[in-house]
């Protein structure tokens, strides 16, 4: 079983970075497809990045590509979301998700708020 913590959300102008961390517990962190995930109020909650459990392969939805990248640290047992050249509609809560591939995630963060100002 995995438990996981995002943290690293704030507040930031457009055009800013933020880097968020989702840091986890358990002995077989290594093993998972890690994912960032986001939901705007109103909105529903959508893809954002994934990447495998050996960090080879990564995904990112259209919107995100070349500004977001997404790392781990397996030895930190850490996801990372680096957030570059954000805009106000990026703004939105952030969880981070683990699951057996990228295509499947069972396990959830209670997500980490950002808000980008125009």
């Known amino acids: 079983q995995v438990q996981l913590v995002e943290s690293g959300g704030g507040l930031v102008q457009a055009g800013g970075s933020l880097s968020l961390s989702c840091a986890a517990s358990?002995?077989?962190?290594?093993?998972?497809?890690m994912g960032w995930f986001r939901q705007a109020p109103g909105k529903v909650r959508e893809f954002v990045a994934a990447i495998s459990w050996s960090g080879e392969n990564t995904r990112y939805a259209a919107s995100m590509k070349g500004r977001f990248t997404i790392s781990r640290d397996n030895a930190k047992n850490t996801v990372y979301l680096q957030m570059n050249s954000l805009k106000p509609e990026d703004t939105a809560v952030y969880y981070c998700?683990?699951?057996?591939?990228?295509?499947?995630?069972?396990?959830w963060g209670q997500g980490t708020q950002v808000t980008v100002s125009s």
């Open positions: 358990g002995r077989t962190f290594s093993r998972y497809a």
């Open positions: 998700a683990a699951g057996p591939n990228t295509g499947a995630f069972n396990f």
